[in-house]
């Protein structure tokens, strides 16, 4: 069973930053495409960024040239560094994998964290 757990949120001003972290247990340090997701109060969860292969594959528009998403060698930790937050950016996110699909989340394979929240101010 593939275990991911979120660190790094918390809450910041407008214009600071932040770093997540999400490790994985030894089991999900395959091939799997992994990612962010963010759920905003009163919103759908949404796909913010992944990365396969140690190569980023999507970013939502709205953190583009702000969020970076990256991974250790090891592929045991997803980061996400996110700078010049906005109020906008506040959501509990949510790390996740998937062997097959980056930012589809209705694939039974996806594995999912329990989250942590980042509140911008």
């Known amino acids: 069973h593939v275990q991911l757990v979120e660190s790094g949120g918390g809450s910041v001003q407008v214009g600071g930053s932040l770093t997540l972290s999400c490790g994985t247990s030894?089991?999900?340090?395959?091939?799997?495409?992994m990612g962010w997701f963010r759920r905003a109060p009163g919103k759908q969860r949404e796909a913010v960024a992944s990365i396969y292969r140690g190569r980023t594959t999507y970013y939502i528009d709205s953190v583009k040239g702000r969020f970076t998403i990256s991974q250790d060698n090891a592929k045991t930790t997803l980061y996400l560094q996110m700078d010049n937050l906005k109020p906008e950016d506040t959501a509990m996110y949510y790390c996740?994998?998937?062997?097959?699909?980056?930012?589809?989340?209705?694939?039974?394979?996806?594995?999912w964290g329990r989250g942590t929240q980042v509140t911008v101010s």
């Open positions: 996740s994998l998937d062997p097959v699909y980056c930012e589809w989340q209705g694939s039974s394979s996806r594995a």
């Open positions: 030894e089991y999900a340090s395959g091939d799997y495409c």
